[in-house]
């Protein structure tokens, strides 16, 4: 069975400093989204990672992904308020690429 | 931008009663998804459907459940008899791929089974 876990659970931060969430999965697979949710709304998708080593980058937000250690990442630099909330990871699984989502991460960022 | 839509918003049931949650999907989307969410959890997968028909789906998925395209865009959930425990917010999601394709999520039906 597939399991991913993130890391950490929640996160509070400063503005203005830097934090990684780490995502590890338990099988080979080389399709790993990232989303965002914010209280009481739906997913925003924010990555796609389809390959070792991809990375992708978004505003403040990084993506990678390596797919030998089963462990994405991403990073916020120089994090601001308007990034607070829930982030998962998800692993893509089977011929219809069903999500399996990590325990998600709660980001608050304060001033 | 295309989105993807889905009705009720929100819905009160009492326990044994059926309900269906309504999907519109993207338009040119072949893929759709049905996930849930127990509030303050994580997302859990439940089917995916593909021409026509179910492609995967997880235990959750049990004989109470089942999914419809009735016509070219809508896409519904029904669970046959409601449990309490099937108390969650329940999220449609299509994608124009099966694999490494974007999984575009809709606003979500709460279901609230009392």
């Known amino acids: 069975e597939l399991k991913v876990e993130q890391n950490p659970l929640f996160l509070s931060m400063q503005e203005g400093k830097n934090y990684t969430i780490y995502c590890n999965y338990s099988t080979t697979s080389d399709r790993l989204y990232w989303y965002r949710q914010d209280p009481g709304k739906s997913l925003e998708s924010l990555f796609v990672?389809?390959?070792?080593?991809a990375v992708k980058q978004e505003g403040r937000l990084m993506a990678s992904l390596d797919t030998k250690a089963r462990l994405s990442t991403l990073h916020i630099t120089a994090a601001v308020h308007d990034l607070s909330a829930t982030y998962f990871c998800a692993v893509g699984n089977g011929e219809t690429d069903k999500l399996i989502f990590g325990t998600g991460t709660r980001l608050q960022v304060f001033p | 931008e295309p989105e993807v839509t889905q009705t009720p918003s929100h819905q009160v049931t009492q326990m044994g009663q059926e309900v269906i949650l309504r999907c519109v999907p993207i338009?040119?989307?072949?893929?759709f998804y049905w996930y849930r969410q127990i509030l303050g959890q994580k997302v859990e997968f439940l089917v995916s459907?593909?021409?026509?028909?179910?492609?995967?789906k997880s235990e959750i998925f049990d004989d109470q459940f089942s999914v419809e395209r009735p016509d070219g865009s809508n896409f519904t959930l029904k669970i046959r008899s409601t449990k309490l425990e099937d108390s969650a917010m329940y999220f449609c999601?299509?994608?124009?791929?099966?694999?490494?394709?974007?999984?575009?999520f809709g606003p979500g039906t709460r279901l609230l089974v009392l």
């Open positions: 990672l389809l390959s070792n080593g």
């Open positions: 459907f593909y021409n026509n028909e179910i492609s995967e």
């Open positions: 338009s040119n989307h072949l893929y």
């Open positions: 999601a299509s994608s124009a791929r099966g694999t490494g394709g974007t999984q575009y």
